[in-house]
C-alpha cells in the first residue's frame, strides 16, 4: 500500500521560508502527478501546488509567486519551497498523488505549518 509522508512543516514568522518535502513508501509514485493541498481549521481543504511526471508545474492563486513544487525523481521525492510566508498560509499541508493532480486518491498525513504575524 502505498504511503506518503510528509515533513518539514513548523512554526515560523511572517516572511520566512520553510521547504515541505513528500515521500513515498510502500511503493513509489514516479510516472504520476504529485500535489500539495492545504488545509486551515474550519475550512475546506485548499489546492496548492501541483507537479506533473514531466514536471509541468501549477499554482493555486493564493501562492503564486511565492511557493514554488519541484520533484526529484532520483531521490523520489516532491518539495514545496515556500517563500515570503504569511499567516494566512497557517494550515496543516497534505501531499497527495493520483491520476491527476486535482484527482487524489492517496494522501499523507499532513504536517503543520504555523505563520505567526
Known amino acids: 500500500q502505498l504511503r506518503l509522508n510528509e515533513s518539514g512543516g513548523g512554526l515560523v514568522q511572517a516572511g520566512d521560508s520553510l521547504r515541505l518535502s513528500c515521500v513515498p513508501s510502500g511503493g513509489h509514485f514516479s510516472g504520476s502527478p504529485v500535489a500539495w493541498y492545504r488545509q486551515a481549521p474550519g475550512k475546506q481543504r485548499e489546492y496548492v501546488a501541483g507537479?506533473?511526471?514531466?514536471?509541468?508545474?501549477s499554482y493555486g492563486d493564493s501562492v503564486k509567486g511565492r511557493f514554488t513544487i519541484s520533484r526529484d525523481d532520483v531521490k523520489h521525492t516532491v518539495y514545496l519551497q515556500m517563500n515570503s510566508l504569511k499567516p494566512e498560509d497557517t494550515a496543516v499541508y497534505y501531499c497527495g498523488t493520483g491520476p491527476g493532480t486535482r484527482y487524489i486518491n492517496y494522501w499523507g498525513s499532513g504536517t503543520p505549518v504555523t505563520v505567526s504575524s
Open positions: 507537479i506533473t511526471s514531466t514536471h509541468n508545474t
